[in-house]
């Protein structure tokens, strides 16, 4: 399982309910080469993951609610297996 390594949980209220963006170098270490891919979330959420060139490196951006469900991390990592995306706050 390819991951990243710690980068900053952003709360973006504009992005919808099931997106994330992260920066292109933080999508290269995740093996992600394209700018979207459909993932699964914990719980069989699928959401949209897009690779952004104006997203901050090393930088998630997560929308309002699930940034809430996590506990307002200021960390987080993404694990990815090809399908399923983890996102672990520290």
């Known amino acids: 399982m390819k991951s990243t390594s710690a980068l900053r949980a952003l709360c973006r209220a504009d992005l919808g309910p099931n997106q994330l963006s992260i920066h292109p170098n933080d999508g290269f270490d ?23 060139n104006d997203c901050p490196k090393a930088s998630v951006e997560l929308p309002l609610r699930l940034y809430e469900s996590l506990g307002k991390p200021s960390m987080a990592v993404l694990r990815y297996d090809g399908t399923k995306l983890f996102i672990e706050p520290c």
């Open 30 to 52: 995740l093996g992600l080469m394209t700018t979207g891919y459909e993932v699964e979330l914990e719980g069989s959420v699928h959401a949209q993951l897009r690779l952004r």
